[in-house]
């Protein structure tokens, strides 16, 4: 077994360690694209370290996608440029990037076989016969694809497909993975399953990658880092309890958490909350919310409108409870059930355990908060505490 400092080779597939460079792996440097003269990207900045799994997330039409296939050279940056380790990609066409990508919809050539879809990489890159059966034999059994070698697409699963799709993108070995909502074709089952094969795989491997979905499931368990894009721009960067405990913005914690965030419109008055209406309102003294808030507001906080953001396991029916609320709903979700509420001029979720789910529709209860558990935000979304 051959080892070179910053590689081990398992079989004939090189992995690499997670050893961190002093300088990013890979670098976007003020990239910005636009179509139609629609700004797309704007002024994109993004690092990225040897081995990190890195997650693109964000509604459709942030710019997340386009990102992807600027980094495999699929379109071109009207403005900045791509840094791989310390190469400027930003002209170098994609078969020389040294770069995997699987697609949304996988491109597997129909009339292939699993064989030859894997190994087309190769061929184009006039390996020989013997360097492309090793090569084969090794991704075949790291995908666990053994016995359908010689089938046509058509006779293989979606989640075989998926296997195949990979397989084809990290057997040349590339220095960079791109992932292009692999798991958006699969049914919920299928894509719990794969979500782990994928992450076992980078991180047996020590692949850098990057992966762009939608979906803040996949991105909360598969990610290292999220990267949360809206409009363009990085809404906020980090590990993915970092976004969900200390989002810096209503946006960025409404997108982040299932069930989505509660927000209850609130009036401060220079000494007191308030939260409803003439007819079904209840009053919070500033004391008492600085108990409940995630941080101390900011001093002087002028009397305004504004909304409070409590996540629905946050939340705690309790019989000495200062609130009260309405059952509209009972969501039955196997372990938990979702209480949906009526309280004060908002419709709210409250998280529970099954378990302890007494309750009936039209029920009156009682309930707070966790301390230390509210976000407060201004009606622009910008969060204060």
């Known amino acids: 077994m051959r080892n070179n400092p910053g590689t081990n080779d398992i079989g004939h597939i090189r992995m690499r360690n ?4 002093a300088t990013p792996f890979l670098s976007v440097q003020h990239v910005e694209k636009s179509f139609d003269n629609t700004p797309v990207l704007l002024d994109m900045n993004i690092d990225v370290e040897k081995g990190e799994f ?45 770069i995997g990508f699987v697609f949304q919809r996988y491109a597997l050539f129909p009339h ?13 890159r006039k390996r020989d016969k013997q360097f492309i059966r090793e090569k084969l034999a090794t991704i075949v059994d790291l995908l666990e694809l053994g016995g359908l070698e010689e089938r046509k697409i058509s006779e293989i699963s ?30 919920a089952k299928l894509r719990a399953s794969v979500r782990v094969n994928i992450v076992e795989i980078q991180k047996k491997l020590g692949i850098t990658t990057i992966m762009v979905t939608h979906d803040q499931i996949e991105a909360m368990t598969m990610g290292d880092r999220i990267i949360l894009m809206n409009e363009g721009k990085i809404q906020q960067s980090g590990p993915p309890k970092e976004l969900y405990a200390n989002p810096k913005d ?25 939260l409803g209406n003439s007819e079904n309102s209840i009053t919070i003294s500033l004391t008492d ?28 029916i309790a019989s000495d409870g200062m609130f009260l609320a309405t059952i509209a709903f009972l969501e039955d979700c196997g372990a938990d059930t979702h209480l949906h509420l009526k309280a004060y001029r908002s ?12 309750q009936a529709v039209n029920d009156t209860v009682p309930f707070t908060f966790l301390d230390k558990s509210l976000y407060l935000f201004d009606l ?6």
């Open 347 to 358: 419709r709210i979720i409250m998280r529970i355990n099954s378990c302890d789910c007494t």
């Open 54 to 98: 890195v997650v693109l997330l964000g509604p459709s039409g942030c710019g997340k996608t386009t990102l992807l296939r600027i980094l495999a050279g699929l379109i071109e940056a009207e403005e900045g440029r791509i840094m791989l380790e310390g190469n400027d990609l930003s002209r170098t066409p994609t078969h020389n990037r040294e």
């Open 380 to 385: 622009e979304g910008n969060r204060l505490a």
């Open 112 to 124: 292939m076989t699993v064989r030859e879809n894997i190994s087309y990489g190769l061929k184009i």
């Open 250 to 274: 209503r946006f960025v914690s409404e997108f982040i958490g299932s069930p989505k965030i509660n927000t209850l419109p609130t009036t401060f008055d220079g000494t007191s909350f308030y």
């Open 158 to 187: 979606g989640g075989q497909q998926q296997r195949v799709a990979l397989a084809r993108a990290l057997v040349i070995e590339p220095k960079l993975l791109l992932l292009d909502e692999p798991l958006s074709n699969l049914d």
């Open 289 to 316: 919310m600085c108990n409940w808030l995630m941080t101390t507001p900011p001093k002087n906080l002028p009397a305004n409108n504004y909304l409070l953001g409590i996540r629905p396991e946050s939340m705690r």
């Open 18 to 21: 997670n050893t961190m460079a």
